[in-house]
Structure formats: C-alpha cells, structure tokens
C-alpha cells in the first residue's frame, strides 16, 4: 500500500494499460469482424451520438467499434516487438559480454544499428521488404534489438568479475549452461525495466509509419492508418482524426508512466 | 596526442562507421533474401520489354557477385550517383539536397524552441527536486513524449488554423512554407535557400513573416520530439553539477544563488545536452518525415515518405544513407568543436 501510495503515476499508468490491454483483448470476440466490411455510405461522418459514441468513418462503419479493433492489432504488434527485440538482445549481449571473441565484432555491429535513427531505419527495412504491418513490424524488431543488446553487455560484463561465477567456472560449468541458468537470470532486471517504455514508444513509431503509408488500407482497423484517412475530412469531421489519436496517446501516456517508474527503480545508473 | 591527431582520428573513426551504414545500406537494395533488387528501379504496373530489363540488370552490374557490386555501388556513392528516384525523377542525392535547405530550417526552428523551453524547464526540476515543480515538469514531459507526433500535428491544424480562422481571429496556416499569393507578389530570389534568411537578407519583409508564420505549427510539433530528452538530460546534468564543491564554495562566498546557477553551474551543466545534439539531429530528421507529410512542408522527410507510397526503395534507401551522413558529420562538428572551448577534453 505504502508503494502504491509514493509511486500514484505509475500506478495509475498501470491500471489504464490494463484497461485498454483488456478491451484489445477482448475486442474480437465481443465485436463481429463484419462491421469492418459494413460500408454504408448513407451513414458516413455522422457525429458521435447515443448510438456510434465516436461517431462514424468516411465508409460509415462505426469508429468505436474500429477503434477497439485496432487496439488488438496495434498492442500485439507492439508487445510482440519489443519481446522478440528484448529477446534477441539479452541474448546477444550476453554473448558479447560474456565470450571475449564476440565482443568487438558484436559491438561494432551495433555501433552501426545505433548511427541510424531508428525510424529512418526502419522506415527503409519494411520500405525493401514490401509495405505491410508485418514487415513493419520485422523492421522494428531490427532497429530496436542493439540497444537492449548493450544494456546486457554492460551488465554482464560487471556480472562476470564477482566470485561466483569464478566459483561455478572453477565447479566446470560450462558457458551455455552459465549465460542462460546464472548470468542472464542475474542481471536482467534493468535491461527488462527498459520495455515498458519502449512498447511505448514502439507503439507510437509503428502509428507514425502507418500514417505515412505503411498501414495495412481500409479495410484491417490500425490506428495510425484511421488517423491517416481522417485527416481528408479533418475539418469536416475531426473526431475521424481525434479518437483514434487519442488511443494511441492514453495507450503511449500509461506505458511511459509505469516505464518512468520502472526505469527509476531499476535502473541504477540513474538513482540521484 | 596532438589536436590535429585527435581530429584525424575521429574522421578514420566516423569515416568507419559510415563504411558501415553504406554496406547495411548495400545489403538492404541488393542483398535482402526474397527481394529481387531490380523491383526497386522499375515502375510496378508499366510494360517493360526483356531486351530494357538486361541492359538494366548490365548497368547496375547485376549478374555480378555481391562483393563486385558493392564496389561499383560505393564507387558511384563516392561520385554522388546515388541511384535514380522513380518518385523524384532524378537522382537520390540532387534530390534530396535541393530539398534540405526547408528541412534544416524546420529542424532548426525545433531545436532552438525545445532548447529554449526545455533547459529552463530542466533547470527548474533541477532546482526544485521532489516538490512539485519537478513533478510537474515530469508529468508535462512525459505527456510530450507520449503524443503521437502527427497526430498532435493535425490537432494543432485544427485549433490554431480551422477553429481560429472561423472565429475571425488571427490563425496560423497549416500547410507549405510560404503563403502562395503573398510568394507570387512579392517574388524571393533563393539565395541560401533558407527562406526567413533569404527574406531577411533580400529585405522583403511580407516573404518572410509569411515564411515566418508557417514554421511555427510544424516547427512546434517537431520540436516536442527532442524536448522531453532536453529537459531529462538537463534535470541530470544541473543535479550532478549542483553537488560539486564549487557550486558549494560559491554559495558560501555568498553569491546571490540566481548567480551561482547561471553563471557558475548552468554553464557546466548545459554541455550534456549539446554533446547530445548529433542524435538529437537524426531523432529529428526521422520526425521530420512525419511532420513534413502532416504540414505539406517540402523538404527531404515529404519526399522520403512520398518514396515509400511509390515504393521508391531507391529513395528511401537514400534518405537513410543521407541521414546517417549528416548525422556524422554534426557528430565530428560538435566533437571538435567541444575539444576546442573546453579545455578539460583531452584528445
């Protein structure tokens, strides 16, 4: 309770990201998939009443509705990201921080990914591989891998130098057996505490490059592409351009107050 | 180690990394697995006969290994043949550059405004650590960080420009670097190809408010991406200076403490956040390709995004080999310039 008292922000980002983690959850099952195929242009930009609470798109199907829908594709995209880079990462920064040989080589490669701002990389990555959130979302998982990759290295390289890994090294634990059961378990919790911000800000980047033409067309509801088709009708009907906006800020906002939280808490670098 | 080793060594160091960013680059067009690397220079949906697609596959050295190939791709990167843009209609580079002069002033317009805003709103939390003010510049910039910048683009379209202008009031437009009618009047001769310096320079003063006028909304947006980093890294850098002894000897001398922060620790305390402006550049260049589609602003970002409508990989390959350049070269700028006024570098 005392926690929950000095640390309001965080908790209060971690209950709105359980709210619309749920919501996203549960959207498929509680909204039928043939309201995003219910074009009625009769009943297009009418504003948000009793019956469409955001009102309804250029197609006339009813934004609540495609808004939530949206949430389950843009959250998995983002979570499944961030894991998959969290992943890669840890591992690899294991690796390099662990086995001399790999260090340089591993190292420069990231000094290379890291030159490149992570959009603009991304951006040419799912730009090569052919436009679709999927490749999107591989290029995001390569942009975003080398910084958890150093955060590993850095710890591990501490790790390596306490006695009991010399003690298990000397009991003939091999290296495999050492990274993965003795090293990674250790040392991970600052890395991981970097995630929730980064499903942030991965969250916001994907939107980003939705909305500059890598969204997946009308008809999969995606956020960053609902704000792109609004925008033609912007001053006509604004809230085409504001809620689904709004989603993506509420979602990003919560993220980076449990993620300020978590980096403050683990992190140890930036106790002051 | 000598000044000029110091700079020699840094070049060999960046010239290594941008080795490095032009071969991810050559594995992008050339050697992605799946990807046939011709796609990238041929219109989707136009005819094209066998006998073009073979010269095309010869000229870019095609059917050679990989290795061959990167040395003619590097050598035509060396004599700034980048490749054509299908979306450009002409090639990368001459492209891009053209185009450069409207994203610098953005980016800069940003950069002086996140700066200005963020370092005294650092500088505050710094200050006042733990009470309320710090919460408050803490909340204020997380909130900034977690708009989705072209979203919060738009909206600022919709208040400052639609609302206000059906209110009668004063707005701000919302699209393009300068008002059309207002460049037809009172034509510019581009000089540097800064609009408000052109403006200024040339005296033509309706040009330049107008120019004026149409960076604030898009200059705004952009400039929310590197403030909340601003105003973090500040707040660290004013705590660390403000425990140093120094900061302790001038208060007890008895400086009046408006003194002792400006003068004696804000001056110490600032250099993180200009060491820090090389990858705030590239944070900014990648906003700009959002915030240059939002706000119609012709510069390099609205090209790379049109690229990828089109599918132009050519283009948008391009922008982040050009991307990563500036942002080496404002690397080694700020390095050596930093090595110069501050005489605790040792190189």
């Given at each position: 309770m005392t926690w929950m008292r000095r640390n309001k922000l965080a908790v209060a980002g971690l209950l709105i990201f359980a709210a619309i983690l749920l919501m996203g959850a549960i959207a498929p099952y509680a909204i039928s998939a043939a309201v995003v195929r219910n074009v009625q242009f009769a009943n297009k930009l009418t504003a948000p009443d009793g019956a469409h609470w955001f009102g309804t798109d250029d197609y006339g199907r009813d934004l609540f509705s495609m808004v939530l829908l949206a949430a389950n594709l843009d959250l998995r995209a983002a979570l499944s990201v961030v894991a998959a880079a969290a992943a890669i990462g840890i591992v690899m920064g294991a690796l390099a921080g662990f086995i001399d040989r790999l260090d340089e080589p591993l190292m420069r490669v990231t000094d290379i990914f890291l030159s490149i701002p992570s959009l603009v990389l991304a951006m040419a990555i799912a730009s090569v591989l052919g436009r679709s959130i999927q490749n999107l979302s591989i290029a995001l998982v390569i942009v975003s891998w080398p910084i958890y990759c150093r955060l590993m290295r850095g710890q591990v390289l501490t790790e390596k130098r306490k006695?009991?890994?010399?003690?298990?090294?000397?009991?003939?634990?091999?290296?495999?057996?050492?990274?993965?059961?003795?090293?990674?378990?250790?040392?991970?919790?600052?890395?991981?505490?970097?995630?929730?911000?980064?499903?942030?800000?991965?969250?916001?980047?994907?939107?980003?490059?939705?909305?500059?033409?890598?969204?997946?067309?009308?008809?999969?509801?995606?956020?960053?592409?609902?704000?792109?088709?609004?925008?033609?009708?912007?001053?006509?009907?604004?809230?085409?351009?504001?809620?689904?906006?709004?989603?993506?800020?509420?979602?990003?906002?919560?993220?980076?107050?449990?993620?300020?939280?978590?980096?403050?808490?683990?992190?140890?670098?930036?106790?002051? | 180690m000598g000044f000029l080793a110091y700079v020699i060594?840094?070049?060999?160091?960046?010239?290594?990394?941008?080795?490095?960013?032009?071969?991810?680059?050559?594995?992008?067009?050339?050697?992605?697995?799946?990807?046939?690397?011709?796609?990238?220079?041929?219109?989707?949906?136009?005819?094209?006969?066998?006998?073009?697609?073979?010269?095309?596959?010869?000229?870019?050295?095609?059917?050679?290994?990989?290795?061959?190939?990167?040395?003619f791709y590097m050598a035509g990167l060396l004599h700034g043949d980048w490749g054509y843009s299908r979306t450009a209609t002409q090639n990368v580079l001459p492209a891009l550059l053209e185009r450069l002069p409207a994203t610098i002033e953005l980016a800069v317009a940003a950069v002086l405004l996140s700066v200005l805003l963020g370092v005294p709103a650092g500088v505050i939390a710094a200050l006042r650590k733990d009470r309320a003010a710090d919460l408050a510049v803490r909340v204020v910039s997380i909130t900034g960080i977690s708009f989705p910048v072209f979203w919060l683009g738009i909206i600022l379209q919709l208040v400052f420009f639609y609302y206000l202008g059906q209110l009668g009031l004063p707005h701000l437009p919302a699209r393009g670097r300068v008002d059309e009618l207002v460049a037809?009047?009172?034509?510019?001769?581009?000089?540097?190809?800064?609009?408000?310096?052109?403006?200024?320079?040339?005296?033509?003063?309706?040009?330049?408010?107008?120019?004026?006028?149409?960076?604030?909304?898009?200059?705004?947006?952009?400039?929310?991406?590197?403030?909340?980093?601003?105003?973090?890294?500040?707040?660290?850098?004013?705590?660390?200076?403000?425990?140093?002894?120094?900061?302790?000897?001038?208060?007890?001398?008895?400086?009046?403490?408006?003194?002792?922060?400006?003068?004696?620790?804000?001056?110490?305390?600032?250099?993180?956040?200009?060491?820090?402006?090389?990858?705030?550049?590239?944070?900014?260049?990648?906003?700009?390709?959002?915030?240059?589609?939002?706000?119609?602003?012709?510069?390099?970002?609205?090209?790379?995004?049109?690229?990828?409508?089109?599918?132009?990989?050519?283009?948008?390959?391009?922008?982040?080999?050009?991307?990563?350049?500036?942002?080496?070269?404002?690397?080694?700028?700020?390095?050596?310039?930093?090595?110069?006024?501050?005489?605790?570098?040792?190189?």
């Open positions: 006695p009991y890994v010399r003690a298990l090294t000397t009991l003939g634990v091999g290296h495999m057996r050492m990274i993965f059961r003795h090293i990674i378990p250790n040392t991970l919790a600052p890395v991981v505490a970097r995630a929730p911000a980064d499903v942030g800000l991965i969250l916001i980047t994907m939107a980003a490059l939705s909305y500059i033409g890598f969204g997946p067309g009308p008809y999969v509801p995606e956020w960053g592409s609902l704000v792109a088709a609004g925008q033609a009708y912007i001053f006509q009907a604004p809230w085409l351009v504001i809620f689904p906006g709004a989603a993506i800020f509420l979602t990003s906002l919560s993220l980076n107050l449990v993620g300020d939280w978590a980096r403050d808490a683990f992190d140890p670098r930036l106790r002051t | 060594k840094r070049l060999l160091l960046l010239g290594l990394v941008l080795l490095g960013v032009s071969i991810v680059v050559f594995f992008l067009l050339r050697g992605m697995p799946g990807v046939d690397p011709l796609a990238a220079y041929i219109t989707p949906g136009l005819p094209i006969s066998h006998d073009a697609l073979n010269s095309l596959r010869k000229e870019l050295h095609l059917e050679q290994p990989l290795p061959v190939q990167y040395y037809l009047e009172y034509p510019l001769q581009p000089i540097t190809g800064f609009y408000l310096i052109d403006g200024l320079v040339e005296g033509n003063m309706p040009f330049f408010l107008s120019a004026l006028a149409h960076l604030v909304l898009p200059a705004f947006a952009l400039s929310l991406i590197s403030m909340a980093s601003v105003v973090r890294i500040m707040r660290a850098s004013m705590l660390e200076v403000l425990r140093q002894d120094y900061i302790l000897l001038a208060r007890s001398k008895g400086l009046p403490a408006r003194v002792v922060v400006i003068r004696h620790a804000l001056r110490n305390a600032i250099t993180p956040v200009l060491t820090t402006a090389g990858t705030t550049l590239g944070i900014l260049l990648g906003g700009a390709v959002v915030v240059e589609t939002v706000f119609s602003w012709p510069g390099v970002g609205q090209l790379a995004a049109q690229g990828i409508l089109n599918d132009d990989s050519v283009l948008v390959v391009g922008f982040t080999l050009f991307v990563a350049a500036m942002m080496v070269i404002v690397n080694l700028a700020v390095d050596v310039l930093y090595a110069i006024v501050d005489p605790r570098v040792r190189y």
